[in-house]
């Protein structure tokens, strides 16, 4: 995720980094300039009988524009709720992984220092796990062993959320079997425990189900129709200035529509995805600060 400050302009407007939607389209961009050009040049040189006619399609552009933002509101509107969907469920994991551990390092006595390390080290291997899952990656270095939970073993479940939550509750079922803990202990565990799978199962939601694509796909061949028939329309009121005005409208609206396709799943390793690294190893930082 990009670190910026907001309310420096100035930077902000100047600066050019790798998720820059200008650096991604300027081959197309200058492709789009030169149809415009080859456009202009036709119009002006061999279609002085058309002008009444090609004014008229100037006027639908007009018209089909309106149409058109309403269609980019809506599909940038869709795509931010889903990163912002993601970014509460991440939310949800830190407070939740807090919580759970500040309730199991009450509750589990000192003499008990297996137990402990172990849901040390596993809520926050939680969160990496995750991660990874979401990005559909193996176990990576982040990942700390505890046991016979070791990578090797981990690798070789294709839920590995699944596989960590499973293994903590067994871990809880069986101090509980031995008296450590008691059935009013376990009842307050419950919610944080059970929220691993709820936030786990909201990520696969996002991650899992995209937009449409006949709607995807609709919005991209009006977006590419509405770039190529502009330059028809507008050169008898422009002439060669409309080279400019289309390259400009075409990043506009490329570029909207690119910013939607990157953000509307949020759990990758694009510039502007949730900074999920980043909440992982707080979360590990501060399960192990409760603990000790």
Request: glycine share 6%.
């Amino acid at each position: 995720m990009v670190d910026y400050n907001d309310k420096e302009w100035w930077s902000v407007i100047f600066r050019f980094h790798k998720a820059d939607t200008f650096r991604k389209l300027f081959p197309v961009i200058l492709c789009i300039g030169l149809y415009s050009f080859i456009v202009a040049w036709l119009e002006k040189s061999y279609a002085h009988g058309f002008d009444a006619h090609l004014k008229n399609l100037g006027v639908l552009h007009s018209i089909l524009g309106f149409a058109l933002s309403m269609l980019l509101v809506f599909r940038t509107n869709t795509a931010y709720d889903r990163w912002w969907e993601g970014r509460k469920l991440w939310g949800a994991l830190v407070n939740n992984s807090r919580n759970l551990a500040i309730k199991l390092a009450a509750l589990l006595p000192q003499e008990k220092g297996d137990d402990r390390a172990f849901f040390n080290v596993m809520i926050g291997n939680y969160a990496f796990v995750l991660k990874n899952h979401l990005r559909k990656k193996q176990v990576e270095h982040e990942f700390e062993e505890h046991g016979e939970l070791d990578k090797e073993y981990i690798s070789n479940f294709k839920h590995q959320p699944n596989k960590i939550a499973s293994a903590m509750t067994l871990r809880l079922v069986s101090l509980q079997r031995q008296g450590t803990l008691s059935n009013n202990d376990m009842l307050l565990l419950n919610n944080e425990f059970s929220s691993f799978t709820d936030i786990c199962g909201g990520c696969e939601r996002i991650a899992n189900t995209p937009i449409p694509f006949s709607y995807s796909s609709f919005i991209k061949k009006f977006i590419a129709l509405y770039i190529l028939s502009l330059p028809i329309g507008y050169v008898i009121t422009l002439g060669y200035y409309v080279i400019p005005v289309v390259m400009f409208v075409s990043y506009v609206l490329l570029s909207l529509e690119m910013i939607a396709e990157e953000v509307e799943n949020p759990f990758g390793t694009d510039a502007n995805d949730l900074p999920t690294d980043q909440i992982a190893a707080g979360i590990r930082t501060a399960v192990s600060d409760i603990f000790e």
